[in-house]
């Protein structure tokens, strides 16, 4: 069964940067696209961003030009830089996978699921 493992978060101050990955096990996920959303406390989960099968990236425009999605395909894993960050990017960070490989922003449209990863972004 196909698994989603998001690492790299922390606690960082305003201002500072952190890389998330999203390494697959148990197979390998092709023609997919890979997203990252985000779900502070009390919120719903929120989408930030995604890159699609052949490479396209959208993102939520709140974090356009500080928020960048990568994928290496030999490793089968995504990242997600994130530059200058901000007290409201404090949420825990999830990654999904959308089988059919589509342009979508609803974490409705997901399929597969990592199990989180924590960023607190203090002021």
């Known amino acids: 069964q196909v698994k989603l493992v998001e690492a790299g978060g922390g606690l960082v101050q305003a201002g500072a940067s952190l890389r998330l990955s999203c390494a697959t096990s148990?197979?390998?996920?092709?023609?997919?696209?890979r997203a990252w959303l985000q779900q502070a406390p009390g919120k719903e989960r929120e989408f930030v961003g995604a890159?699609?099968?052949?490479?396209?990236?959208y993102y939520r425009e709140s974090v356009k030009g500080r928020f960048t999605i990568s994928r290496d395909n030999a490793e089968n894993t995504v990242y997600l830089q994130m530059n200058s960050l901000k007290p409201e990017d404090t949420a825990v960070y999830y990654c999904?996978?959308?089988?059919?490989?589509?342009?979508?922003?609803?974490?409705?449209?997901?399929?597969?699921w990592g199990q989180g990863t924590q960023v607190t972004v203090s002021s």
């Open positions: 999904a996978a959308d089988r059919f490989g589509r342009r979508v922003e609803s974490k409705d449209e997901y399929d597969y």
């Open positions: 890159i699609t099968w052949n490479n396209y990236t």
């Open positions: 148990g197979g390998a996920l092709k023609y997919v696209t």
